[in-house]
């Protein structure tokens, strides 16, 4: 209960009557009146304790907007509820979520991004996320396509990350450029000891982790495409290791990276005894799209950043509960976590929780889109997460290339000597030719036009 004066701090109070069913205070010290919700995201509203436990129970449920407003329409004093105060409540709950601090994750940390589409519910008129000539941004159906995909300026990325314990933690991220960095960030701020960090094949947490120095277990999304059966033949009939090290060095198998040199077998073994995969963070992604993407088909991007606070807190309070049914008793618990929240930002004053994408990024994506449809005979040829394209430039795009990629791709050019090159050797090899043309080095990058070649 707030017993504190809200405008000088001073703790000598008295009791003043009772207005709207709450208990007033009055300050000693400056005469300033108020109740135990003033300064907290409570104060002002006339609904109850009971009805703002009853939100939370329907938030913990997932139940829509107006199934959550027509519960709490049974409760007294809740008669007419209009739904757009629910929306205003449901607002606030997310904010308080996003206050709270969960200890970091440890140990072995499955990482993974999220892309969904931007939208403008509500919006009096359309912004475009394109720069000035690629295009008008016109109403869409959600399952419409965009013009330059996932790695363009038409997606929201959501970074996660899920730890042996089954904690979670995640944030909204600005892609482009700006990602590898962003990633960085969100990796010291929420995670501690990273021992092993388990990823797909994303670019971008691999530029980050190589650049943080944590070791780092890779399993490209394709891999029951192409590399499992290679894998399962070495594992079944024991064929050639050096086979398997080729497909290592392609980038077509899982591997550790950041780890010096580890053969096959003992990359296996390794693997077993850590139990390493991507299994935690597939549960939690399964989850956390089921929360921003069924419900944000009709939620404008700008409150992106509140139901992602949202997501991470529920995941976490269900772990600490266990699966089960939800209670109000459950619900109760979450409600004394945040009921004393500060109302640092109002509904309105929350701004605007997309992030944009710089113009350069968006301008050089658009070419090398451009460069690819017209390589891989795909008109509608569209880059992907794992691609690497936001990376940054020709340079990071290069850093992350698997080195038998690299080889190939020197060979391509004609380099001499290319068998005893090693990799920073390559790279600098390589690097004039990709500058001018980098759809000699996207081609093995992306996976649409790789499952082609």
């Known amino acids: 209960m707030n017993k504190v004066c809200p405008k000088c701090g001073s703790e000598n109070v008295v009791r003043n009557g009772k207005s709207g069913g709450l ?24 609904c109850g ?39 205003s409540m449901k607002l606030k709950v997310m904010q308080a979520a996003g206050t709270f601090k969960w200890p970091k994750l440890g140990g072995v940390v ?34 419409s396509t965009t013009e330059l995909g996932e790695c363009g300026p038409e997606f929201d990325r959501v970074a ?12 909204v991220v600005c892609g482009g450029e700006r990602l590898v960095r962003e990633l960085e960030e969100f990796v010291q701020e929420r995670a501690g000891d990273v021992e092993i960090a388990c990823t797909d094949a994303n670019g971008p947490y691999r530029l980050a982790f190589k650049r943080l120095e944590i070791k780092h277990y890779v399993k490209p999304s394709w891999i029951g495409e192409g590399g499992d059966p290679w894998r399962r033949r070495w594992l079944n009939d024991n064929s050639d290791e050096k086979e398997y ?16 040199e580890v053969n096959v077998e003992e990359f296996l073994a390794f693997k077993k005894e850590r139990g ?25 991007s700008k409150y992106l950043d509140r139901y992602v606070s949202w997501a991470e807190y ?28 500060p109302a640092v930002l109002t509904n309105r004053a929350a701004g605007d929780g997309r992030r944009r994408l710089g113009n350069e990024y968006v301008h050089r994506l658009f070419d090398w889109t451009q460069r690819m449809r017209k390589a891989s005979g795909n008109p509608r040829f569209q880059f992907r997460g794992e691609d690497g394209v936001e990376c940054g430039g020709v340079a990071e795009l ?8 690299l080889k190939r791709v020197a060979q391509d050019i004609g380099a001499d000597g290319v068998r005893d090159m090693k990799a920073a050797e390559l790279r600098r090899e390589i690097q004039p030719a990709v500058e001018e043309h980098p759809e000699i080095l996207l081609s093995y990058l992306a996976y649409g036009a790789r499952s082609r070649r």
């Open 314 to 341: 529920a995941w976490n309070k269900q772990v600490e509960r266990g699966r089960g049914r939800i209670t109000t008793r459950d619900a109760r618990i979450v409600f004394e976590d945040f009921k004393d929240v």
């Open 110 to 143: 499955e990482f993974g991004l999220l892309y969904t589409k931007e939208t403008q519910k509500g919006a009096r008129k359309l912004e475009s996320t394109l720069p000035d000539g690629m295009g008008e941004r016109r109403a869409r159906p959600w399952e």
């Open 23 to 46: 208990q007033q205070f009055e300050c000693k010290e400056c005469a300033r009146r108020f109740n135990a919700r003033t300064g907290t995201i409570l104060e002002g509203s006339k």
């Open 245 to 260: 090290l080729e497909l290592q060095r392609f980038g077509l198998v899982d591997r550790i990276e950041n780890a010096g």
């Open 49 to 87: 304790d009971d009805a703002w436990v009853e939100l939370v129970r329907c938030m913990l449920e997932d139940k829509s907007l107006s199934e959550a407003t027509e519960r709490l329409r049974q409760i007294d004093g809740c008669d007419g509820l209009d739904w757009r105060t629910t929306w």
């Open 160 to 171: 996660y990350a899920v730890d042996e314990s089954g904690k979670c933690a995640c944030r």
């Open 276 to 300: 390493l995969s991507l299994d935690r963070a597939e549960a939690f992604s399964a989850e956390l799209e089921k929360k921003l993407v069924s419900e944000r088909t009709g939620v404008s």
């Open 398 to 405: 290069i850093d992350v290339a698997p080195i038998g990629v």
